[in-house]
């Protein structure tokens, strides 16, 4: 989530402390904050900011085989071809999202504090709500959405995000984005996170298209490129300012680099 000009870190841990005082008050119990951070920080991020390379290697030779077996159906083909046999990828069950309420409740629970089962859930939802309401969208975000809407296209959201739908929705409605947009597909709500192939069957099953005709839109490589190529789609990589630049595999080249997102309208 972008969060203009503080960092991820900042959001955490004045959402976290707002959270640990608010556990103070119910259950007279101090939680460090650190502690918290770490703890909650293990449970929600998935495969975390920057997988380990082990792992991101593993990964994509999974990904590069359901790319070569065509895993997703196109048109005038039998939508049951390919198989996601767990004994073949076994490095995609990494990718199950964690239940935020429960996160919640075990990092409390880690650090010695029980919340009562009838609090731990607003509990949690605010904690969520108070991550979510420091959001900024980009500048050029929903003049984008809106052109390309006026082009005729089909727009969705796709993310890997722990926090419940309900949630994520009062932000996207807020920002002006909901409005915008066909769809949206939280790995909250599917069960499984980007790059796993269950998500963006969910996303192409929404919009009513195939992969062929889909370009998927994203800042991170594993997820919002290597993933959907694997899925038969095209991709755009979105490098924005002072992000890295990466060494990635041929077959999973993007289609095309932008550095914003207004620079859609000119190339698609």
């Not at 809106?146 to 949630?167: C, H, Y």
């Not at 599917?190 to 796993?196: F, I, N, V, Y």
Request: net charge negative; charged share 30%; hydrophobic share 40%.
């Amino acid at each position: 989530m972008p969060f203009g000009d503080r960092k991820r870190e900042e959001v955490l841990e004045e959402a976290a402390r707002e959270l640990l005082q608010k556990v103070f008050c119910v259950s007279g119990k101090h939680v460090e904050v650190e502690f918290f951070m770490t703890s909650i920080r293990d449970r929600i991020d998935g495969l975390g900011m920057m997988p380990s390379p082990g792992l991101q290697e593993d990964l994509l030779h999974e990904l590069s085989l359901l790319k070569r077996r065509g895993i997703a159906p196109d048109k005038g083909q039998d939508k049951k071809r390919g198989s996601l046999d767990p004994e073949l990828f076994p490095n995609l069950s990494h990718l199950r999202e964690a239940d935020f309420t429960s996160a919640v409740r075990d990092s409390l629970k880690g650090a010695g504090v029980t919340i009562d089962a009838g609090l731990i859930t607003p509990v949690a939802l605010e904690f969520a709500a108070r991550l979510c309401e420091r959001c900024k969208t980009y500048p050029d975000t929903l003049g984008t959405l809106d052109a390309l809407k006026e082009r005729g296209f089909i727009l969705g959201i796709v993310s890997n995000t722990s926090i419940p739908p309900k949630i994520i929705d009062r932000y996207l409605l807020e920002s002006g984005i909901l409005e915008r947009v066909n769809f949206r597909v939280l790995s909250s709500e599917t069960g499984w996170r980007k790059p796993h192939p269950a998500i963006y069957k969910e996303a192409l099953d929404r919009a009513g298209v195939f992969p062929r005709e889909t370009l998927f839109v994203g800042d991170r490589f594993l997820e919002d490129v290597a993933g959907p190529k694997s899925f038969g789609m095209k991709a755009a990589l979105c490098r924005f300012e002072g992000m890295p630049l990466l060494e990635v595999p041929d077959e999973f080249l993007p289609d095309l680099n932008i550095s914003e997102l207004r620079e859609l309208l000119a190339t698609i």
